[in-house]
């Protein structure tokens, strides 16, 4: 029989991980919107340097939150260190 404890932790695991592909999304598109500003990638990019330096806080942002959800899902479902 599955466990209350069981299932608040594939919840936390799979929270987790989703947390992780967005992290890893929004750096995929501000480097390869870096390489396209530098001449280095052919669609997408940022127009200017300043739209650069704003991807890249806004990326900063949205990692600290992202990593801040998944240590509070962490707890939450009790998913253990290894």
């Known amino acids: 029989m599955v466990t ?3 299932i608040k932790s594939t919840i936390a695991v799979s929270i987790a991980a989703a ?3 967005i992290i890893a999304l ?6 390869i919107g870096a390489m396209k500003l530098f001449g280095l990638w052919q669609e997408g990019g940022f127009p200017d340097t300043m739209s650069l330096i704003y991807g890249i806080v806004v990326g900063l942002v949205i ?5 801040l959800g998944i240590v509070y899902i962490s707890k939450w ?3 253990a260190q290894k």
Do not use: P, Y
């Not at 929004?26 to 480097?31: A, P, Q, R, V």
């Not at 990692?63 to 990593?67: E, P, R, Y």
């Open 4 to 6: 209350i404890k069981e």
């Open 77 to 79: 479902g009790g998913v």
């Open 19 to 21: 947390f992780g592909f």
């Open 26 to 31: 929004i750096w995929k598109d501000i480097i």
């Open 63 to 67: 990692t600290i939150v992202a990593v």
